[in-house]
């Protein structure tokens, strides 16, 4: 039952329940206000100053869009709009650039689809404001089954909040095109969720589309492939990220409490919750060090420059060489970065080292498409996909002076055997 209605610029009116409103005012979730969709991509793009709080929004709007469309029963759609609008929680200043340093300070991965979990379980006011209903919201989140829930109930919920046609990248997709004023990430989101269904595959039921929605996928698919090579992996999103990165690195053990930021810890989520975009860049800021001379530098706009790119596939001619980029990892990038930065006798922090892959095709792989009565995956008979290919990257950022290119320049004729 509808309690209260907000407007969002690309649904018009959101209908919300009076449980969904009570988890949105809790101030957990309202911090999500104070965290941006696109961590450093109002660089380059101005207004990409939208927040995870609106996404959430339009998330759980396109879970109950798809569970109406599937024929999920009331309490199944509830629970299912629930997770989509807590998919998110867990996420720390600077979305997605954040997980680097959590994990660094726990010496493992931790993602925030892990502290959303956290949060759901042991935050004591969202665990009020769920009651029962926690373990089942946890469960579609983890892919687990939901308690009271058939297997196939349970799979089919979580592949809408995350799966290979998740409601998560429909409202991402859409939504950063809007902000950021460019055209790439529009599809015909009617037509999509209008011809979406579940089929039978390899014995387990899943999310499809029926033939009519054939092209509607086609485009959905290669417009998320176009985000990521034209504004995700941006050069300047680039940089400006990996600068933010390494400027809340060095804050590690000064204004960031690695003590205070153990998952393990009891008073962890108390700590974590008080973190968000502006709050950590003004302490880091208000600091002295490496960490704030970085994060003035961004604030500034002052970024590295791209003195180095390469595409391996066009420009490496041996494959052997080509095989040496593809094999290095962040410790390896690190490692060359800093050799560079001791030629030149600079702080290393003055050269970046990054490699991006963009695939034409991610978990997208596993769309299902009903032909003639029969599931077949897109990927197998995709005209369009089939003709492009991934895109690999190869960058070297530093200051924009006549050493540091010509440093640059011996060190890829060296290692790679061309000349930039």
Same mark, same amino acid.
Request: proline share 4%; net charge negative; with cysteine.
């Given at each position: ?11 018009? @009116? ?14 957990? @979730? ?12 109002? +660089? ?6 939208? +927040? ?11 879970? *109950?869009?798809?569970? %109406? ?17 807590l998919h998110d929680i867990g996420h720390g200043p600077f979305s997605h650039i954040f997980e680097p340093v959590l994990s660094g ?7 925030? =689809? ?15 404001? !769920? ?40 409202? /991402? !997709? ?43 996928? =086609? ?65 880091? !800021?208000?600091?002295? *060090? ?7 530098? $961004?604030?500034?706009?002052? $970024?590295? %420059?791209?003195?180095?790119?390469? /595409? ?7 494959p052997r060489a080509r095989l040496k980029m593809a094999k290095m990892n962040h410790a ?45 995956? $897109? ?25 540091? #290119?010509?440093?640059? #320049?011996?060190?890829?004729?060296? =290692? ?5």
């Open positions: 039952m509808t309690y209260k209605s907000v407007h969002d610029p690309l649904y018009g @009116f959101i209908d919300l329940s009076k449980l969904e409103i009570r988890v949105i005012d809790s101030p957990i @979730f309202r911090r999500l206000h104070r965290i941006k969709q696109l961590a450093q991509a109002d +660089t380059v793009y101005p207004s990409a100053c939208h +927040t995870r709080f609106e996404h959430s929004l339009g998330v759980c709007h396109l879970a *109950g869009r798809v569970a %109406k469309r599937l024929g999920f029963n009331d309490e199944m759609t509830k629970i299912v709009r629930l997770a989509a609008l300070i726990n010496d493992r991965p931790i993602s925030h =689809e892990e502290i959303s979990q956290m949060i759901i379980r042991d935050d004591e006011e969202m665990s009020c404001i !769920l009651g029962e209903l926690a373990p089942q919201v946890a469960g579609i989140l983890n892919h687990k089954p939901v308690p009271g829930w058939t297997s196939q109930e349970s799979m089919l919920a979580s592949d809408v909040v995350s799966g290979p046609l998740d409601v998560d990248r429909m409202d /991402y !997709l859409r939504r950063d095109s809007y902000h950021l004023g460019v055209v790439y990430g529009n599809f015909d989101l009617d037509q999509l969720i209008h011809t979406m269904t579940t089929t039978k595959d390899t014995g387990e039921r899943w999310v499809a589309v029926n033939i009519k929605g054939w092209g509607a996928v =086609e485009q959905y698919r290669l417009n998320r492939y176009l985000m990521h090579a034209q504004v995700y992996q941006h050069h300047a999103i680039v940089i400006a990220n990996r600068m933010c990165i390494d400027s809340m690195l060095c804050a590690v053990g000064g204004v960031i409490g690695p003590d205070e930021l153990l998952v393990d810890s009891p008073n962890f989520l108390d700590n974590y919750m008080k973190l968000d975009d502006q709050s950590l860049s003004n302490s880091i !800021l208000s600091s002295e *060090g490496v960490a704030s001379d970085i994060m003035t530098r $961004l604030r500034r706009r002052d $970024l590295l %420059k791209r003195v180095c790119e390469i /595409y391996p596939g066009r420009d490496i001619p041996d390896a990038q690190q490692k060359v970065a800093s050799e560079i930065a001791q030629t030149l006798h600079m702080d290393e922090h003055n050269i970046v080292v990054h490699t991006s892959h963009i695939p034409v095709h991610h978990n997208e792989d596993q769309i299902l498409v009903i032909r003639d009565g029969v599931p077949r995956h $897109l990927n197998e008979s995709s005209p369009i996909i089939s003709t492009h290919s991934p895109i690999d990257k190869f960058y070297i950022f530093g200051p924009d002076i006549k050493q540091v #290119r010509d440093t640059v #320049r011996d060190y890829v004729s060296s =290692e790679f055997g061309i000349i930039i």
